[in-house]
Structure formats: structure tokens, C-alpha cells
């Protein structure tokens, strides 16, 4: 419901397809009207309003401007609190093409968008690029930061996400990403022989590039680090518990 959505929606598809959903979904908005909060955006910095459906949660209440939720407002705060106007001088990947961190982002020296499409890795489209995290088209060492928001936890390979993390970040350089908070780390799920084993309950998560939702492969806890050893990274929390849901940031820096 936020600006940047209904404008992306009309770019891609058109004014009567926004106009369709603003009326599917306004009406949910509106019941929660008493819970919508005027408050300044730790995101795109403005003063804006809240906005969130009557059924709502951190997930869904979100900046009218920007679409920024919780996790981005947490993921905009750290990046700004440890980067600040250093973030010129930084190389940056996102693995998202239309994160509310884009504003934020954009300030970096170079700033890579990119999306996940099964089969197209290198392929380009409005701006970003498709890439397999277990298998980036980047040279070793071309980012000084990678950020990413529940993206971790659909990757069945997640040690080979990491080692991929470590060879394409510069020494020092880190991966700051959210995941949703679990109590451990676990394989939901697995791939073998091109099929999904499922050892856990199957666990799909919303997306809007995949509207049937996507499978979560892993639960991921405070003891990420010791049950997925990655040798070139600094694997931990930097920031959270916050909120109802306990939200982390996570940062993966690689060894000097
Ligand atoms: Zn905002």
C-alpha cells in the first residue's frame, strides 16, 4: 500500500492493476486504522505515517512513503550507525531489486540490485541483475557490503551461500542480513535428486516475485555460527532482540 508500491505497480503493469489493488487491499488498511502511527521513517528518514492492516504485525505496519517495515527500519539503522558517510566509499550488493534500502544504499560508490530467478543467473531486468547466491557472477573480493532480508533461509546450499558471501567480499568487508528469529538453527528442508525432502513441516513464506509464497529450507537461531562453521566469517548478532517477534541483525564480516 505504500507509494513506492503503488508507483513500482504502475510502472510494471500498469494504473489499473495499482488501481485494482488499492481497492483489494485498502479496505483491510482502513479497519486498522487505529493502529496507524505518524512517526518519523528510520528508513527513508521522513515524518509518515505507520500504516497497517486491522489483522496486522511488525511485518505488515509500514512506512506510507517508503514500504519499510521493521526488519528494514533495524537493517536502515545499522547500516547507517556503522557506515554513516562511509557508505560512499563502499562497494554494495543487495539481494533484493526493490528494497525499501534503496535510498539508503544508492549513497554507496557502486550499488548492485539483485533478484533470484531459477536458471537465468546474469540475466538483467529494471535495473538489477539475477543472481544465485550459492553461485554469484562477481569476482573475488567486489564488495565491501552485502545486505539482504529473509533471503537466507530459502537457500537450500546456506554453506555454500556463505563461502560465496566470503569470496566475493573484500577483507573486512560483511554481510549484514535478517532472517526470521528462530530459537535454533535447523534444516527445514532438503534437495535431493532435484526433489524437496521436507524433514520439517513444510514453511512457506510470503513474496511478492512468488505469490504461491516460497519454501523456508532452514530455521535459523542464535547458534547459526556453530552449527554452519564458515572459516573466512565472523558470523553474529549486532543488533536486537527487538519487538514482539525478538528481530536480530545479523552480520557475517570476513577475516582481514
Ligand atoms: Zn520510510
Known amino acids: ?42 528508513c527513508c528518514e521522513r515524518m509518515t505515517i505507520f500504516i497497517e492492516p486491522y489483522n496486522g504485525s511488525a511485518e505488515s ?22 557506515y554513516g558517510n562511509r557508505l560512499s566509499e563502499l562497494d554494495v550488493l543487495e539481494l533484493d531489486p526493490h528494497s525499501p534500502l534503496r535510498n539508503v544504499l544508492s549513497a554507496g560508490r557502486t550499488y548492485v540490485r539483485s533478484f533470484y530467478d531459477e536458471g537465468c543467473n546474469g540475466a538483467q ?11 554469484l557472477t ?27 558471501t566470503a569470496r566475493v567480499l573484500k577483507p573486512g568487508g560483511a554481510h549484514i542480513f535478517t532472517v526470521p528469529p528462530r530459537k535454533s538453527t535447523k534444516r527445514r528442508a532438503e534437495i ?44 553474529r548478532i549486532v543488533k536486537g532482540p527487538v519487538g514482539d517477534l525478538g528481530r536480530v541483525v545479523w552480520m557475517a564480516e570476513k577475516t582481514k
Open 1 to 42: 500500500m505504500a507509494f513506492s508500491k503503488v508507483w513500482r505497480t504502475i510502472r510494471q503493469r500498469g494504473p489499473r492493476a495499482a488501481l485494482r489493488k488499492i481497492l483489494a487491499v485498502g479496505p483491510v488498511y482502513l479497519a486498522g486504522v487505529k493502529k496507524w502511527r505518524l512517526r518519523r521513517c528510520q
Open 61 to 82: 505496519r509500514s512506512c506510507l512513503f517508503c514500504s519499510a517495515n521493521e526488519r528494514y527500519e533495524l537493517l536502515a539503522e545499522e547500516i547507517r550507525g556503522r
Open 125 to 135: 531486468r529494471d535495473g538489477a541483475v539475477c543472481e544465485d547466491i550459492t553461485a
Open 138 to 164: 562477481f569476482r573475488d573480493s567486489s564488495f565491501d557490503l552485502i545486505i539482504s532480508s529473509e533471503v537466507l533461509e530459502h537457500v537450500p546450499g546456506l554453506e555454500k551461500a556463505f563461502s560465496e
Open 192 to 235: 535431493v535428486d532435484g526433489k524437496v525432502i521436507h524433514l520439517e513441516p513444510p514453511d512457506y513464506h510470503l513474496d511478492p516475485l512468488c505469490p504461491q509464497g516460497i519454501l523456508a529450507f532452514w530455521d535459523i537461531g542464535p547458534d547459526l555460527a556453530e552449527v554452519i562453521p564458515s572459516p573466512r566469517l565472523t558470523v
